[in-house]
């Protein structure tokens, strides 16, 4: 059982940054690859990046592509969201997944043996 918990969201002006974090309670999160999706009020869950086990090999979202980056630090168990040029279209409540696939496109829900509780990021106009 891999419990994950994400944190370093809140409110930021457009045009600022923020970075998410999403810690890990077992050593073998290593094995698994991590994604972060989002969430707004009245929309479906949308994926947003994901980063393979080993950190090798990731993959965006149009939407986020070259705003966002997604490091991880398997040494921490931790996998981060680095977001910067925030639109206010970027609100929403964030949540990190763990899978055992990786998949070089957008991958479904399905996939994912694991979820955080989410954090919510706001992005004022």
């Known amino acids: 059982q891999v419990q994950l918990v994400e944190s370093g969201g809140g409110l930021v002006q457009a045009g600022g940054s923020l970075r998410l974090s999403c810690a890990a309670s077992?050593?073998?999160?290593?094995?698994?690859?991590i994604s972060w999706f989002r969430q707004a009020p009245g929309k479906e869950r949308e994926f947003v990046a994901t980063?393979?086990?080993?950190?090798?090999?990731?993959y965006y979202a149009d939407s986020v592509k070259g705003r966002f980056t997604i490091p991880r630090d398997n040494a921490k168990n931790t996998v981060y969201l680095q977001m910067n040029s925030l639109k206010p279209e970027d609100t929403a409540l964030y949540y990190c997944?763990?899978?055992?696939?990786?998949?070089?496109?957008?991958?479904?829900?399905?996939?994912?043996?694991?979820w955080g509780q989410g954090t919510q990021v706001t992005v004022s106009s």
């Open positions: 997944a763990a899978s055992l696939r990786f998949r070089i496109e957008i991958p479904p829900l399905d996939d994912y043996h694991y």
């Open positions: 077992e050593r073998t999160f290593s094995k698994y690859s």
């Open positions: 980063i393979i086990a080993s950190g090798s090999s990731t």
